[in-house]
C-alpha cells in the first residue's frame, strides 16, 4: 500500500526585518524586484531611480533623466534595461550598465503610474492618470505607441502582464483584462477605485486591492469572487497588494503603518507586520523566496522568515 505522502511544511511569512536602505530618494514612490529578485529598483520623489542589492543593503547605481517625481520602474528579464514612468508623463527606457536613458516616449497626457516590460523586453506597457494604457516598441524608433487602450472611464492605477494577457485597474472600479491572443477584453467591476492589481502565479486568479479597504481575489476566467479580506486600511493612498510566492497568501501594504497577510483559501488574517510610522508607499514579494520589500517614506526594509539566518550570522 502506498504511504500517505507527508503534510508539506507550513509557508512562511517574512516577519523579521534583515535590511533597512535609507534610499536618499525623498518619498520612495515604489520599490519592484528584478526578475529573479536578486536586485531591487526603487523610485524616488527626487526625480532619481535607484538599483540596490537589498539582501546586502549596497546601491548599485542611480539613474537620472525624469522631470519630475518617478512613480514606477520595472526591470528586464535579463537585467539589461529599466523601464519608469514617472509624474513629467514620461515612460523612460533605460540601459542598466551605461545608465543612460536610451530612449523617451511621450504621449501620454497627464503622470505615468504604472509601467511593466512584456516577457521579452520588446514592448513597454504604461498607464496613466488620463485613463489610457500605451503600448510601446522598445525595437523601433517610433515615437507613437503602437497600441492605445482607452477602455477606462478615470486613471489607471496598475498594470500587470502575463504572457498573452494585459491586466488593469483603474479608479473607475474596473479590473479589465485584455487577452492579446484572442483580442478579448474582460471587465470586472469593483465599485470602488481599484489602487492594485495582480495576478496569482498559477495565473487562475486575479488579486485586486481597492479604496474601500477590502482586497478580493477573482476568479481570472469567470469573473467570481473567491475571496475577500478586510482589516487593513485603504482609503486614500494608491497601495499595492501582492500574494507571495506560494500563493498561499495575500498581502496589502496598509495606511496605518502596517503590513497585512491574509490565508488566500480561508480568509483569516494571518499577519499584521507593523512596518512604521506613516503610509506604507509599496510592497514587493520576491519571486521565489519568504522575501518582502516594504517601502515607507523615505526608506526601504527587507523582511525574511524567522527561521532566516543572516550570512555571517553564528547558528
Not at 500500500?1 to 536602505?21: H, I, K, S
Not at 520612495?28 to 524586484?33: D, E, G, K, L, Y
Not at 512613480?71 to 543612460?100: E, H, R
Not at 492605477?157 to 494577457?165: D, G, I, Q, R, T
Request: overall charge negative; some cysteine; charged content about 25%.
Amino acid at each position: 500500500m502506498a504511504f500517505p505522502r507527508p503534510r508539506p511544511a507550513r509557508p512562511e511569512l517574512p516577519r523579521q526585518r534583515v535590511q533597512t536602505l535609507q534610499c536618499g530618494q525623498g518619498a520612495v514612490r515604489a520599490a519592484r524586484f528584478n526578475a529573479d529578485g536578486n536586485y531591487c529598483l526603487t523610485c524616488g520623489s527626487d526625480k532619481t531611480l535607484k538599483l540596490w542589492n537589498p539582501h546586502k543593503g549596497t546601491a548599485l547605481r542611480t539613474y537620472q533623466g525624469h522631470g519630475y517625481e518617478v512613480l514606477d520602474a520595472a526591470g528586464s528579464f535579463d537585467n539589461s534595461q529599466i523601464c519608469s514612468g514617472g509624474a513629467d508623463k514620461a515612460v523612460a527606457l533605460w540601459d542598466v550598465t551605461t545608465g543612460q536613458v536610451v530612449r523617451k516616449y511621450r504621449g501620454h497626457a497627464g503622470k505615468v503610474n504604472c509601467v511593466q516590460f512584456n516577457e521579452e523586453a520588446t514592448v513597454i506597457v504604461s498607464g496613466s492618470i488620463d485613463s489610457s494604457v500605451r503600448c510601446w516598441d522598445c525595437r523601433s524608433r517610433r515615437p507613437d505607441p503602437i497600441q492605445v487602450l482607452d477602455e477606462a472611464k478615470d486613471g489607471i492605477s496598475s498594470v500587470k502582464l502575463s504572457a498573452h494577457e494585459i491586466l488593469t485597474g483603474s479608479v473607475d472600479g474596473r479590473v479589465r483584462r485584455y487577452d492579446l491572443r484572442v483580442g478579448q477584453l474582460c471587465s470586472d467591476y469593483i465599485g470602488s477605485p481599484i489602487t492594485s492589481v495582480c495576478f496569482s502565479k498559477d495565473g487562475q486568479c486575479v488579486l485586486a486591492a481597492s479604496l474601500d479597504s477590502t482586497l478580493r481575489l477573482l476568479d481570472k476566467d469567470t469573473g467570481e469572487l473567491l475571496g475577500e479580506y478586510t482589516g487593513h486600511r485603504s482609503t486614500t493612498y494608491r497601495l499595492d497588494c501582492v500574494l507571495n510566492e506560494l500563493d498561499t497568501h495575500v498581502g496589502c501594504a496598509s495606511e496605518d503603518g502596517h503590513v497585512y497577510f491574509w490565508d488566500l483559501v480561508e480568509g483569516s488574517l494571518a499577519l499584521s507586520l507593523p512596518v512604521g510610522q506613516g503610509v506604507v508607499q509599496s510592497l514587493a514579494f520576491h519571486p521565489r523566496l519568504p522575501c518582502l520589500l516594504v517601502a515607507t517614506q523615505g526608506q526601504v526594509t527587507l523582511w525574511r522568515e524567522d527561521t532566516f539566518q543572516p550570512e555571517g550570522d553564528p547558528d
